[in-house]
C-alpha cells in the first residue's frame, strides 16, 4: 500500500512538473516526422515538377514541331493552289487570245467548266472595263476594284499573275460567315493584242474561304486556325477550327496580327509577338511561299496542343498532391505516435527515477521483480529488472551488478531457493508482508529483515527493511523489562509471567512447588553505613550466593531492595524446600568483604508451598512474604514455612509499619515531657522525653504498641532524628524564653547504633540549636548494649565525648551486671519500674533497690528511679539516698507547654508531706492519651 501510494504521489508529481520540459527535450523528435515529411514532399514536388517541365517541353516542342510542319504543308497547299490558279489564268489568256474574242466564258461554264463552288467569278474584261463575257455577273466587284485592276495591267507590261484582295463589301458585311458573300481574291492577268498592246483583263475571283480548305479536325481541334498572309500581312484567308473566318474585320480588330512574320518560316508560341484577337494563345508555325508573296500561318491552340500534356500533368498533380496528403497523415500520425511513445517512456522513466530517487534515499532496499512465463503461461523465473543501491547493498554489490539477475540461477542456495516460492505465493495472493530471521550463510550481512511483496501486473515490487537493529532493541527491552539490571537475575516482572504457567504445569502434573522469599537482614545498614555502590556489589554477591545453591531448573528473582524470591519447581516435600533454605542459610554465614571491611549478613527466609499454602501466584507471594517477616519479627537469620495463624498478627504489623512511614512523612509525631526531681530537695532537677503518636484515626498511639514496630523496620532511625530534632528545637525555644534549662534525657534503641549514625544526629541538633551538650542525656536499655556490643560501645563513647552524659534505661530487666556496665563509662542508671514498685509491698524489693543503689554510688553513678507512683515509694527511695526519682506521683508525662509551667516552679515535690494530688496538666496529658 505504501509502495504504490509512494509511486502515484511521485509519478504526479514528476508528470506535472516535466511536461513542458519533455517538449523542449523532445523538439527534435516533434520536428523529424514533420522535416522527414517535408523533405520527402519537396522531393516528390520537385520530381513531379521536374518531370512535367520536361513533359511540358516535349510538348511544347511537339506542338511547335507540328505548327511549323502543318504550316509547311499549308505553304504547299496554297503553292499548288495558286500554281494553278496560275496556270489556269494562263490557259484561259490563251484560249481566249486564241478564241478571237469568241471564247463564250458563262457557255463553258454551263458545260462544266468554272463551275466548282471556289470560282466566284472568271470573266474577261475589255480595256474599258466592261465584262466581255463572265461566268457571273460583275455586280460583286466594286467599280474602283475594276478600275484598280484595269490601272494596274494597262501601266505594267507584264502578263504576270496578279492576285489581289477584294475589298469588304459594305453591302455585305464581313461577318457574314455563309460564304456566299464573303471577300474574294482576285487572279488577274493583262491581255494584250497581237501587237502586244493592252487589250484588257483576264480575272479569276477565288471565294477567299477556299484557300483555307486545307484543313482537318484531328489536327486543327476547334481553336486551331490557318491563314494566309499577303505581302503587306494582310489576310487573305483564315480559319479558326471548321469556321472560316471573314477576312475583314469590320469595325473589330483582325483576327491575327501578323507583324510578327519576319522570316520566311518559323515557329513560335504566341504571347507577347503574336497577338489573337480572340486572346487565345496558340503555337503559330509559318512558311512563306518561295514563288508568291504569300505566307502560309497555322496556329494550334495551346490548350489543345498541351492537352495531353495537361492530361498528364493533371494525373502527376493528383497523384503527387494524394502522396503528399499521404505523407503529410503519416508524419503526422507518426510524430503523435512516437511523442506518444516517447511520453510513456518518458512517464516510465520518469516514475522509476522518481521511485529510484526516493528510495536512494532510505536504506530500504527497492526492488522491482519481472515473472518470466514459460510456453504455457506458467513462472518459470524472476528477473530483477531493477532495484536502488540499497537493495543491493544489502547483497553486497552494486546496482548494476544485481540487474536482469534470474533467480534461478542461484535456486542452489536455500535463500533463494524460499525466495522463489515466495514470490511464486506473493504472484498469487498479490502481497505479503513478514519479518524473517535469516538463517546463517544467507547473502545478507544482516540478521533481520522485513520483506514485503505487492504485486503489479506482472511485476512485484519488494521492499527490504533491515530490521536487525529494532529487533535487537525489542529483544533487548524484552530482557529488560523481564531482567533486573543490577544483577541480571530475573525481575518481579518476569517471575509474574512466568509463575501462573508454572503453576499451571504444576496443576496438571500434579507436583508441589516452593516459593522461598528472602530478605537480606542488615543490608540497609550496610547501604547506609557504606553507600548505595557497596550495597550494589554486596547484592551481587548475594545474588551469586543463592544462584550457587539451587539446581538448573530453579530460578532466583531479585523482586527489589534486599529482597528475592527463590522458585523451586518441583519439589516433593517441606524438606526439599527446608534444605535449600539451609543451604542459603550457610550460604550468607561467609561474610561479605568490602574492601577490607568484613560485613556479616543473614538472610530471614519465609516459605509457602503450592498447592498447600496457596493455588495462584500473588497468593503465594504474599505468604511467602508474611513467613519471612515472621522470621524477622522473631529476631532473623531463619527460616520458616508459612502459617495461616501467622497471617493476621503478621498482617496487622506490616500496616502498622506502613502507617509509620506515612506518621513520619506526614509528621504526625510530638514529644513529652516528664520531669524528674532530686529525691531530697523535691526540685525539677531534670526531664524525660517521651514520644507520642497523634494518629489521625485512632488518636494518641503510645510507643509500646509502635516503637518495637518501627524498631524492626529499621524506621526507628528516621523516628529517633526526629525526637532528638523535636528536643534541641523545644530547648532552644524554652532558652529563648528565658527559661532555666534543665537536662533532658532522651531514649535511643539499640537499633539506631546500628546504622551508626546516633552521634552525629546528636551533634548536628546540638550545633544548630545552640544547646550545650551538658543539657542532653541519652538513655539505653540494657539490652541494647549488650546487643550490638561493638557498635554501641563505639558510638556510645563518641556521645559521650560530645559532653552527652549516658544514662542505663530500664535497669534490672536484663542479666548484666553493673560490672559489665561499667566499660560502657555510663553516667548513671534508671531503676526499672518493676523495682520501685516493689518498695513498700516486699522486703526483697526494698533489698534490691538498696543493693544497686550502692553499687552504683561506688561506681560514681547517679541513680534514678522510675515509676514513683506513691508517697511511701518517695519516702523509701528518700531514706535508700537515691538521687533522683520520676513517676506518677510527681507529674505524668506532659505536653511541653505545660512543662513549661513545671519548669518556673521548679519545687515539684511538697516537702515533707506532698498536700496535693497531681498536677492538672498531668491529668491532661493522660486523657489524650491511649491506653
Ligand atoms: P521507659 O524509657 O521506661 O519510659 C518510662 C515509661 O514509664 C513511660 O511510658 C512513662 O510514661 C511511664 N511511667 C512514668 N512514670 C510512671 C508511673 O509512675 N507509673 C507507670 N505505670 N508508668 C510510668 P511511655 O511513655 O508509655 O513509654 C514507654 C516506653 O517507650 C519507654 O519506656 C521507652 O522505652 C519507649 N520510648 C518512649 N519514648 C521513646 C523514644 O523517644 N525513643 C525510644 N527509643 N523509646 C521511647
Ligand atoms: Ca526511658
Ligand atoms: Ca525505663
Redesign the pocket.
Known amino acids: 500500500m505504501f509502495l504504490r501510494q509512494f509511486v502515484n504521489n511521485n509519478n504526479a508529481a514528476v508528470v506535472e512538473m516535466s511536461r513542458a520540459d519533455f517538449l523542449k527535450a523532445n523538439l527534435r523528435l516533434i520536428l523529424a516526422w514533420p522535416l522527414l515529411g517535408v523533405a520527402l514532399c519537396a522531393v516528390l514536388w520537385t520530381a513531379t515538377m521536374l518531370q512535367l517541365e520536361a513533359e511540358k517541353k516535349v510538348a511544347q516542342q511537339q506542338a511547335l514541331d507540328s505548327v511549323s510542319s502543318q504550316s509547311k504543308a499549308y505553304g504547299q497547299y496554297l503553292l499548288r493552289t495558286l500554281e494553278q490558279m496560275d496556270q489556269l489564268t494562263l490557259q484561259l489568256k490563251y484560249e481566249w487570245e486564241n478564241s478571237r474574242g469568241h471564247l463564250r466564258l458563262d457557255q463553258l461554264k454551263t458545260q462544266g467548266m468554272y463551275a466548282l463552288p471556289q470560282f466566284a467569278i472568271v470573266a474577261i474584261l475589255d480595256r474599258k472595263g466592261q465584262a466581255v463575257t463572265a461566268t457571273a455577273p460583275l455586280t460583286r466587284l466594286r467599280t474602283n476594284e475594276r478600275s484598280d485592276f484595269l490601272l494596274r495591267h494597262w501601266r505594267s507590261n507584264s502578263s504576270a499573275l496578279r492576285i489581289a484582295l477584294g475589298r469588304a463589301n459594305e453591302a455585305a458585311p464581313a461577318a457574314t460567315a455563309t460564304g456566299i458573300d464573303e471577300t474574294l481574291v482576285h487572279f488577274t492577268r493583262r491581255l494584250e493584242d497581237e501587237d502586244g498592246n493592252f487589250d484588257g483583263v483576264l480575272l479569276i475571283s477565288i471565294h477567299s474561304s477556299y484557300f483555307s480548305e486545307f484543313y482537318d479536325s484531328v489536327n486543327f481541334g476547334k481553336l486551331g486556325m490557318s491563314a494566309m498572309v499577303g505581302e503587306e500581312g494582310e489576310l487573305f484567308s483564315t480559319r479558326l477550327g471548321a469556321r472560316v473566318l471573314p477576312v475583314h474585320a469590320g469595325q473589330g480588330t483582325a483576327f491575327l496580327d501578323t507583324s510578327f512574320l519576319e522570316t520566311d518560316s518559323g515557329a513560335m508560341e504566341s504571347g507577347s509577338r503574336v497577338a489573337f484577337s480572340d486572346k487565345q494563345n496558340r503555337y503559330v508555325g509559318w512558311q512563306a511561299l518561295k514563288a508568291y508573296p504569300f505566307t502560309a500561318v497555322v496556329g494550334f491552340a495551346d490548350s489543345e496542343m498541351l492537352h495531353p500534356y495537361q492530361e498528364t500533368r493533371t494525373i502527376y498533380m493528383g497523384i503527387a498532391f494524394a502522396v503528399t496528403l499521404l505523407l503529410l497523415a503519416f508524419t503526422v500520425i507518426a510524430t503523435v505516435l512516437s511523442l506518444r511513445l516517447a511520453w510513456r517512456h518518458h512517464q516510465s522513466e520518469g516514475v522509476r527515477n522518481a521511485y529510484r530517487m526516493a528510495t536512494e534515499g532510505t536504506s530500504d532496499g527497492f526492488f522491482i521483480i519481472s515473472a518470466l512465463r514459460g510456453d504455457d503461461g506458467g513462472i518459470v523465473d524472476f528477473e530483477i529488472v531493477d532495484c536502488n543501491e540499497p537493495g543491493a547493498g544489502y547483497f553486497g554489490v552494486r546496482r548494476e551488478q544485481l540487474l536482469g539477475m534470474r533467480l534461478q540461477s542461484r535456486a542452489h542456495e536455500p535463500y533463494f531457493r524460499d525466495l522463489i516460492h515466495n514470490y511464486r505465493a506473493a504472484m498469487v495472493s498479490g502481497f505479503s508482508e513478514e519479518e524473517i530471521e535469516l538463517p546463517d550463510g544467507n547473502p545478507f550481512k544482516l540478521r533481520w529483515i522485513r520483506r514485503r511483496l505487492v504485486r503489479s501486473g506482472d511485476r512485484l515490487a519488494v521492499t527490504l527493511q533491515d530490521i536487525s537493529t529494532a529487533k535487537e532493541h525489542e529483544r533487548d527491552l524484552r530482557r529488560l523489562a523481564n531482567e533486573d539490571g543490577l544483577t541480571g537475575l530475573p525481575n518481579r516482572y518476569w517471575l509474574q509471567q512466568f509463575l501462573p504457567g508454572a503453576l499451571a504445569r504444576a496443576a496438571i502434573t500434579r507436583h508441589m512447588l516452593a516459593l522461598l522469599f528472602i530478605d537480606l537482614d542488615g543490608f540497609k545498614d550496610i547501604n547506609d553505613t557504606q553507600g548505595h555502590a557497596e550495597g550494589d556489589k554486596v547484592l551481587r554477591a548475594a545474588s551469586l550466593r543463592l544462584k550457587a545453591v539451587l539446581r538448573p531448573g530453579d530460578h532466583v528473582v531479585r523482586l527489589g531492595g534486599d529482597e528475592f524470591v527463590v522458585v523451586l519447581d518441583p519439589v516433593e516435600d517441606d524438606s526439599r524446600a527446608e534444605q535449600v533454605a539451609q543451604r542459603i542459610a550457610i550460604a550468607f554465614d561467609e561474610p561479605f568483604y568490602l574492601g577490607s571491611e568484613r560485613h556479616k549478613m543473614g538472610a530471614s527466609i519465609g516459605i509457602s508451598l503450592y498447592p498447600r499454602d496457596g493455588a495462584e501466584t500473588e497468593v503465594l507471594l504474599k505468604n511467602a512474604d508474611i513467613a519471612m517477616y515472621a522470621v524477622k519479627v522473631a529476631g532473623k537469620g531463619h527460616h520458616r514455612f508459612f502459617q495461616p495463624e501467622l497471617f493476621e498478627t503478621i498482617r496487622s504489623r506490616r500496616e502498622l509499619e506502613q502507617s509509620l512511614v506515612a506518621a513520619l512523612e506526614q509528621d504526625q509525631f510530638l514529644v513529652v515531657y516528664?520531669p524528674r526531681v532530686d529525691a531530697m530537695s523535691g526540685q525539677l532537677c531534670s526531664m524525660?522525653?517521651?514520644?507520642r503518636w497523634r494518629h489521625p484515626q485512632h488518636g494518641m498511639v503510645?510507643?509500646?504498641e509502635f516503637?518495637p514496630v518501627a524498631e524492626s523496620s529499621g524506621l526507628i532511625s528516621q523516628l529517633?532524628e526526629v525526637?532528638i530534632e523535636k528536643v534541641c528545637q523545644q530547648m532552644a525555644h524554652w532558652q529563648a524564653s528565658g527559661l532555666e534549662l534543665v537536662p533532658v534525657s532522651?531514649?535511643?534503641?539499640a537499633r539506631q547504633f546500628g546504622r551508626g549514625d546516633v552521634h552525629q544526629v546528636l551533634a548536628s541538633a546540638l550545633a544548630r540549636h545552640r544547646i550545650d551538650a551538658r543539657l542532653i542525656e541519652v538513655?539505653i536499655t540494657e539490652s541494647a548494649m549488650m546487643d550490638e556490643q561493638n557498635r554501641a560501645v563505639e558510638q556510645l563513647s563518641a556521645i559521650r565525648a560530645l559532653g552527652v552524659r549516658l544514662l542505663v534505661?530500664?535497669f534490672g530487666t536484663g542479666y548484666s551486671s553493673l560490672s559489665q556496665l561499667q566499660k560502657f563509662a555510663m553516667d548513671g542508671l534508671k531503676i526499672d519500674?518493676a523495682f520501685t514498685m516493689e518498695l513498700g509491698r516486699s522486703e526483697q524489693g526494698e533489698v534490691f533497690v538498696r543493693a544497686i543503689l550502692s553499687m552504683a554510688h561506688a561506681l560514681g553513678m547517679s541513680v534514678v528511679a522510675?515509676?514513683?507512683?506513691t508517697r511511701e515509694q518517695l519516702d523509701i527511695l528518700r531514706a535508700l539516698q537515691c538521687n533522683e526519682v520520676?513517676?506518677?506521683?510527681i507529674s505524668r508525662?506532659v505536653p511541653a507547654e505545660q512543662m513549661q509551667v513545671l519548669m518556673r516552679k521548679r519545687f515539684l515535690i511538697p516537702l515533707p508531706v506532698p498536700v496535693s494530688p497531681p498536677y492538672s496538666p498531668v491529668q491532661g496529658e493522660e486523657n489524650n492519651t491511649v491506653s
Open positions: 516528664q524525660e522525653a517521651l514520644v503510645p510507643p509500646l516503637i529517633g525526637v532522651i531514649n535511643v534503641s538513655e534505661d530500664d519500674r522510675e515509676g514513683v507512683e520520676q513517676g506518677y506521683f508525662p
